[in-house]
DNA sequence: CCGTATCCGCGAGGATACTG
DNA sequence: CAGTATCCTCGCGGATACGG
């Protein structure tokens, strides 16, 4: 309730978010796993909200639909709905969101092709000995 | 966990290319946020801990650590410490972090390119009347 | 200066049931 | 079929203190 008075410090909070140049929340959004894997998706055309989700596999309705809601929020996708019974709705990605395809392809692309790299790296650094006991010289 | 050809029930692996093929984890990795701006920093070349820190802006010290611990063990970042008082660790990309850097780079750019528009289109979408009244007609 | 360990709040996100 | 609302858990991530 309004503890209207009290001289609350109010810590500072002085939007620390913000602070670099790049726009943080935006690339939160684009980087996001669902998003990547959606826009990949919907680079093929439109489809289904049941197809996307059965598509992408593991996705829940509710974070399928709140993916789907940034993106259409976003402009980046257009969400049609079909006075149908039953109700028919697809998404496809606007002009914007095929200007984001190309690079969330890239990444995707990336990933597949170097998952095998990345695995083995990691292997040999989980097989470290936990102690440091090497510093480098120089 | 090798029972190959047992009548396991296997509800049918969701064969789509999102479920299974694609790394998950790797692209939830690369697309992490503090991922893409540092990998995106160290693209310049090797940096201090501080300096990264700095020039991130926002990150703290754990977050930091535990993205350049990822990079490291992921075989896209290395991690160079100097014996010398007071301590100096320096990062750089590692040729497999070099390749990942034209991804990233891509993605940043594109979010510096559209911030505009994206903001725009939220705007509109938050003007929008809450009631779905307009079905389209097909 | 670099890194680890601990505590803890908060919100992401799954499961479920219900509406249109 | 598509979407919403509710509950509840779990771990992300900040704050802090300490070690090397």
Redesign the pocket.
Known sequence: MSASGSAAPAPLAVDAFSSGCPPRALLNTVGDKWVILVVNLLGDGGA???EI?RAVGG?????L?QT??TLERDGLAV?T?YADA????TYSLTPLGQTLLRPLQAVRTWCEDHVTEVSSAQAVYDARPEYTGSAATG
């Open positions: 289904r909200f049941s989700q996705v829940s309705r509710k974070m639909v789907l809601r969400r709905v039953p109700p028919r709705v």
